[in-house]
């Protein structure tokens, strides 16, 4: 069965620092893997995605991606984060069935 | 959020009354998506429809039925609701083979 995994439920960052997001999947093919923000009371907005190509994804905001295979990742990530990042933040996965699995979300919290 | 609208966007209700919930759309896609967002649990599927009159059951479709009579609109009906249905319902859209779904703002239901 398909899976995601967010390991951790909240990340930390001062603001002006480097983020990283994990999240670890669990196919049996190749998968389609997205991210997603929730700002509070608002719906999922889109981020970025990996299909195919390559491995380092560029999305909205600054944010980007690196798929890798072996072992099973696609952690989000930015170079320098603002306060306005703090969020919700999803990952998921399909296998280009139209079904996405999420993972159950890290909370990120920038500090000024 | 990308010309969908959920209503209503907050409910309250007593357990066992029938509850319908209506996500519309404006942007003609094909694809619609029921979700309940719960702690711990992420995003989860509940129906989705590949169009109009064609409907299926996601990962948690107990106690839910859908109904899509027009391509924009894609009714989530709680038959008789529970306490354990108390969730933020979302609503989102695609078109076949692009992957990206396409979230409304959410429905906040509580069954009391």
């Known amino acids: 069965a398909q899976s995601v995994a967010q390991p951790e439920d909240q990340v930390n960052v001062a603001e002006g620092n480097p983020l990283t997001v994990k999240c670890t999947y669990s196919?049996?093919?190749?998968?389609?893997l997205f991210w997603y923000v929730q700002y509070p009371n608002r719906g999922l907005q889109f981020l970025l995605k990996?299909?195919?190509?390559?491995?380092l994804v560029k999305g909205s905001y600054g944010f980007e991606a690196e798929f890798n295979k072996s072992q099973t990742s696609f952690h989000l990530k930015k170079p320098s984060a603002l306060v306005s990042d703090s969020a919700l933040y999803f990952c998921?996965?399909?296998?280009?069935?139209?079904?996405?699995?999420f993972g159950t979300g890290t909370r990120l919290q920038v500090f000024p | 959020d990308a010309g969908i609208t959920q209503s209503p966007r907050h409910k309250v209700t007593e357990t066992g009354t029938p509850v319908t919930l209506r996500c519309h759309q404006t942007?003609?896609?094909?694809?619609m998506y029921w979700y309940r967002q719960d702690p711990g649990h992420g995003l989860r599927l509940i129906h989705y429809?590949?169009?109009?009159?064609?409907?299926d059951k996601g990962e948690v479709s107990d106690g839910y039925s859908v109904s899509r009579s027009k391509t924009e609109d894609f009714l989530l009906t709680l038959e008789s609701a529970t306490s354990s249905q108390t969730s933020v319902y979302f609503c989102?859209?695609?078109?076949?083979?692009?992957?990206?779904?396409?979230f409304g703002p959410g429905t906040r239901l509580l069954v009391l």
């Open positions: 998921a996965v399909t296998l280009g069935t139209d079904k996405l699995i």
């Open positions: 196919v049996s093919g190749n998968p389609y």
């Open positions: 429809s590949y169009g109009v009159k064609d409907t």
């Open positions: 989102a859209i695609s078109e076949p083979y692009q992957e990206t779904q396409y």
């Open positions: 942007e003609n896609h094909r694809y």
């Open positions: 990996y299909i195919t190509g390559d491995n």
